[in-house]
């Protein structure tokens, strides 16, 4: 193997241990008509029917793998995704991400009708996961669509951290912050696959089915922190300050007593796969922080000067060693025509700092295989992508300058495209250290 395939072996370990089917097979359990998950147990025969839904970036595939541990006891499903897919019993609605569209509130009207339609003697598993926020909503009147996209877009553009993000739309709609499980009187089980720092359940595809602990105080706040308030569609601030003057109700503030929450799917765990992976292959490995955030290229740098540290002086640890780290990271958007995204913009950033010394390798990518508004999952570096770049002629800054990470790297070769993979559990980040000469300028 050279240094390339290490590492990149690295990551797809940890990608595969992501994947819907290994997740639900790990915590899912049916024995004598009664599933199990995390110790907590449900009697299938106590339930008229067993219903399957979802919404995000991993719905279709955990569904397949629900269905396949459950079989005939479901009687039926319907999960929205990103993408168009067969699934055997499981009605599939393709919806819009990242940017919100009709198909994204028609596909929150049908789950609203749906869950309002159950009762108490049904059962619905609820399968959530990154992408669910633009994937299903339902504005509140008077806000359009079309100002709801407006918003969305200027938050997006402006570098807002997902968290932030989140509590606008909770706020702004019928369905997120634990409304959309409010309109439910049957049992419910939510399997939850984490695309957030912490794993804060009240963040998660904004929480349709959870509660929300933030307010209308915290929206405002946000907006102006951002310098949105005073370009906000004239509905937001209505909504707003109404909400602030208590003339709107607040989203829920404490869990149904009807609806569990399983935590199956997280950052954490891909590293943790992806440093045994590189264990066993000789390369010791250490996980630095699943809670990587803040602006990509500054990220790129603090990253590579830890690497730098252990090259020159051998501390905190001694080369060779691989740095772990997830998360995700933003990109202020500053030029127009780019393409690329938050792993490829890292990545051409980290390729600045390190230029062409053959003693570091490094690779960001989602775990979703989607990178921004591009058809990679990320890039991975080294020495011979400096040299590359150099014979092409390519500008570093120039590249940076207008965000077009994703055209560097597709005439450099180093983009990693896995295609949509059905999971999402944020980003990888890996630097490998080497004490002699990456990979001799093979690229594997």
């Known amino acids: 193997m050279t240094r390339r395939e290490q590492i990149m072996s690295i990551f797809q370990e940890a990608l595969n241990s992501a994947l819907p089917g290994n997740l639900v097979r790990d915590v899912l ?19 008229r029917r067993v219903h399957l839904f979802g919404s995000g970036k991993a719905s279709v595939e955990t569904a397949r793998a629900v269905k396949a541990v459950l079989g005939e006891r479901v009687t039926d499903g319907l999960v929205v995704s990103n993408y168009g897919a067969d699934l055997d019993g499981v009605e599939v609605l393709e919806s819009s991400h990242p940017v919100l569209t009709e198909k994204s509130i028609a596909a929150a009207e049908i789950l609203m009708a749906r869950l309002a339609a159950l009762g108490p003697d049904d059962l619905f598993i609820y399968l959530l996961s990154g992408g669910s926020s633009a994937l299903i909503e339902k504005p509140v009147p008077p806000i359009t669509l079309a100002e ?10 402006n570098g807002v951290p997902i968290e932030d993000l989140n509590v606008v739309r909770k706020h702004l709609s019928l369905v997120k912050g634990g409304r959309l499980g409010r309109l439910a009187r049957a049992r419910g089980i939510v399997l939850v696959v984490s695309d957030v720092i912490g794993d804060d359940l009240e963040a998660i595809g904004s929480a349709p089915l959870y509660f929300d602990r933030s307010s209308f105080a915290d929206t405002h706040a946000i907006l102006r922190k951002y310098g949105l308030w005073d370009e906000a569609p004239r509905s937001v601030r209505e909504v707003v300050e109404k909400g602030l003057a208590g003339g709107m109700e607040e989203t829920p503030k404490g869990p149904s007593p009807l609806i569990d929450h399983f935590l199956i799917g997280t950052n954490t765990r891909t590293l943790r796969k992806g440093k045994e992976r590189g264990e066993a292959l000789g390369i010791p490995v250490r996980i630095m922080s699943s809670r990587l955030r803040g602006e990509a290229r500054e990220a790129a740098k603090a990253i590579m000067a830890i690497g730098e540290e252990i090259a020159a002086a051998g501390t905190p640890f001694a080369a060779p060693v691989c740095l772990l780290f997830g998360g995700e990271t933003t990109v202020t958007l500053r030029g127009k025509e780019g393409r690329g995204g938050r792993n490829q913009e890292m990545a051409l950033a980290a390729l600045r700092e390190f230029q062409g010394n053959p003693r570091f390798l490094f690779l960001s990518a989602g775990t979703d295989g989607i990178d921004g508004h591009s058809d990679a999952a990320g890039a991975l570096v080294d020495c011979t992508s400096w040299e590359k770049a150099r014979e092409l002629g390519l500008r570093i800054d120039d590249y940076l300058a207008r965000n077009d990470s994703y055209h560097f790297f597709q005439k450099t070769g180093d983009l990693i495209m896995t295609g949509p993979t059905g999971t999402n559990v944020m980003d990888m980040t890996a630097l490998l250290i080497t004490e002699a000469p990456a990979g001799g300028g093979s690229r594997g």
């Open 29 to 47: 359990k049916v024995d004598a008509g009664v599933l199990t998950i995390e110790g907590r147990s449900y009697r299938l025969d106590d339930y």
């Open 148 to 157: 709801m996209q407006t918003l969305v877009k200027g938050l997006l553009a």
